[in-house]
């Protein structure tokens, strides 16, 4: 099984991209990278996927290098409502749908 | 459209109770997943369900838990007898499609605490 490994914090201001990094050393072939935001007393919700390359949506962008040993969320420009925990998520790919959340990272942007 | 709703919201019981936790999922989603989250283990996916039929039950801790789902707006995940190291925060989400890695929306949650 894929094991995840994010920093446990990171500290920011507001309108400076933020890039938060997850190591995947056993990814399996079929499994996915994605990443969710999760603000206390609420269920995480869903930023962004990707299975290699880059991947843009309208609130991130997903780096995925050729090996698909790591993954980089990257936030542009972000807010004080942009303060949350960052977890990614590797697995969903073949037979077994396996899912591993990562241990998460809190990100706080300050003023 | 309301999202996917838990209840209870907040659950206090004491050990070698029965708990049963509830989870509509949102309409047309065929996809269920339960999750514990705790400051130990992090979010762990407890069991996931595919058109009504656990798919993948290997998170679940042990035989005190069970989960059923009876039909496609319906979920539940009872823990019998209930102890204290059970106390977590439980998440249900549902998807659209088959696959587990499809984007999964999340409950609020229901706060366990065993006393």
């Known amino acids: 099984l894929a094991k995840t490994t994010q920093p446990i914090s990171m500290d920011s201001y507001e309108g400076q991209e933020v890039n938060i990094t997850c190591s995947h050393n056993?990814?399996?072939?079929?499994?996915?990278i994605t990443w969710y935001q999760q603000f206390p007393s609420q269920g995480p919700r869903f930023i962004i996927q990707?299975?290699?390359t880059k991947v843009t949506n309208e609130v991130a962008s997903l780096f995925i290098p050729a090996d698909r040993k790591s993954s980089t969320l990257s936030l542009p420009r972000v807010s004080l409502s942009d303060t949350a925990v960052y977890y990614c998520?590797?697995?969903?790919?073949?037979?077994?749908?396996?899912?591993?959340f990562g241990t998460g990272t809190l990100l706080a942007v300050q003023p | 459209d309301a999202g996917v709703i838990q209840s209870p919201r907040h659950e206090v019981t004491e050990m070698g109770q029965e708990v049963t936790l509830r989870c509509k999922p949102i309409?047309?989603?065929?996809?269920l997943f339960w999750y514990r989250q705790t400051m130990m283990r992090g979010l762990e996916l407890l069991i996931y369900?595919?058109?009504?039929?656990?798919?993948?039950d290997s998170g679940m801790p042990e035989d005190r838990f069970s989960a059923k789902m009876p039909n496609a707006s319906f979920s539940t995940l009872k823990i019998q007898p209930s102890e204290p190291r059970d106390s977590a925060v439980y998440f249900c989400?549902?998807?659209?499609?088959?696959?587990?890695?499809?984007?999964?929306?999340f409950g609020p949650g229901t706060r366990l605490t065993v006393l």
């Open positions: 309409s047309g989603h065929n996809s």
């Open positions: 369900f595919n058109n009504n039929v656990p798919i993948d």
């Open positions: 998520l590797v697995g969903g790919g073949g037979a077994t749908n396996k899912l591993i």
């Open positions: 056993n990814i399996a072939t079929n499994d996915y």
């Open positions: 989400a549902s998807s659209l499609g088959r696959g587990s890695y499809n984007e999964q929306f």
């Open positions: 990707g299975y290699k």
